[in-house]
């Protein structure tokens, strides 16, 4: 402490939430915890899936690299188009696309016995969306 009074804890959480005085902040915040959620939901059942279907834990593995393998090729290319368009808009296609995807996904899970190879594809493009 440099000379200052501490901050008590109730001071602490009072400044900690004064942002979601904003309900622009609170809906941002509320639509970015369920997106998380659906999407760690989305993982956990693709992945049990590829293991369900294949019991390899190597092919499980590699549905995660699919997945995540597109963000770090084209985060930077993602990030250099995020500045010249619209973000909402930006962020709408990709939800559209990703909601596209993951409809195919789920068409491809009903099979009996689902193409391993085409759900790998599914979860590239996945990644990419």
Known sequence: MSGGRPMTLV?????ATEAFSAPSFGYLWGGSAMFSFAQWMEWTATSWLVFDSTGSVFLTALSWAARTAPAMVMGPIAGALADRVSRVRLLVIAALLKAAVLG????????????VALLLLLLLASGVA
């Open 11 to 15: 001071r602490t959480w009072r400044t």
């Open 104 to 115: 195919l996904i789920s068409v491809v899970a009903l099979a009996d016995e689902p193409p």
